[in-house]
């Protein structure tokens, strides 16, 4: 699963690394949060969690127009993470949809015609997740949980594959700017040898050469999803055990990406070794 990432870059260095054509991330779009988001969203998150908005790229046609009708433009723009099919009758039903699982999401209702007409890249810097300690328990006697930080080895941007929706309020009328609610998932697929040792599932990661392609409203073919859904290359992640503080939305900031002191380990397994630190 994917349910925590770090996402601090600003949308003129978004605009840079995915090579954006328009920034549509200062227009107004409506949230579901209950109290304001914490960063604003745009702003650098090292706690990106379900629900919030954050900055999500997609490329689409001119508005009004079908595709070959008009050039379309890759954009960066806001979307609420969870997301929420057309068909819904609330936005509740974001909360079980942040993730989709690579195996299925062709064969899934709600991510089926997102997958061959709604795809998208979300930005991060990368990702964090929980290793459940095989010798390690906490004061109730259940096994510690250690969160590590995954990235890509190479220090590039991470490029999560994704799916985007729009959903219509029908309590609201015609011309109202906050009938309309535009949410996103993270497909995940199995983890790559090593990173297994954290958790069995991750992010699908594209790399560059796979953006465009993937991005193309105009690409169809199932076919070709299916491939992208299959892609694998271990490999190209690093991951290092970080703070128990970014088990808390509230907590945020560049300190959340900071590596913890190998005596504050206790059973935590290194992913690249299967060595077993802080017995």
Not at 73 to 91: E, I, N, S, Y
Not at 113 to 122: D, Q
Request: with cysteine.
């Amino acid at each position: 699963m994917c349910g925590r990432y770090a996402a601090s870059a600003r949308p003129d260095e978004l605009i840079e690394a995915f090579d954006v054509d328009e920034d549509h991330t200062a227009e107004p779009a409506r949230s579901i949060l209950k109290n304001p988001q914490t960063p604003p969203p745009g702003e650098p998150d090292w706690n990106m969690a379900p629900s919030k908005q954050a900055p999500v790229v997609l490329t689409r046609h001119p508005r009004g127009q079908d595709e070959g009708e008009g050039a379309a433009t890759r954009q960066l723009r806001l979307l609420t993470w969870g997301l929420v099919p057309a068909w819904a009758k609330d936005v509740t039903m974001g909360l079980r949809m942040t993730n989709a699982r690579a195996e299925s999401v062709l064969g899934k209702g709600a991510f089926a015609k997102a997958a061959l007409a709604r795809r998208c890249i979300v930005p991060a810097d990368g990702w964090y997740e929980w290793q459940v300690s095989p010798t390690a328990v906490d004061a109730k006697g259940k096994p510690r949980k250690q969160p590590f930080f995954i990235h890509r080895a190479d220090g590039d941007a991470v490029g999560f594959a994704g799916l985007y929706e729009f959903w219509r309020d029908r309590s609201l009328p015609e011309g109202d700017a906050g009938a309309w609610l535009t949410t996103f998932t993270i497909i995940t697929t199995a983890a790559d040898p090593g990173m297994d040792r954290i958790h069995d599932r991750q992010p699908l990661v594209l790399d560059r050469e796979q953006w465009e392609r993937w991005l193309d409203p105009d690409e169809k073919d199932a076919d070709y999803v299916q491939g992208v859904l299959e892609f694998a290359r271990p490999g190209r992640f690093e991951a290092y055990p970080v703070g128990r503080a970014v088990g808390a939305t509230r907590n945020n900031g560049p300190a959340l990406v900071e590596p913890v002191r190998a005596s504050e380990l206790d059973g935590v397994v290194d992913p690249m070794t299967g060595e077993v630190l802080g017995e």
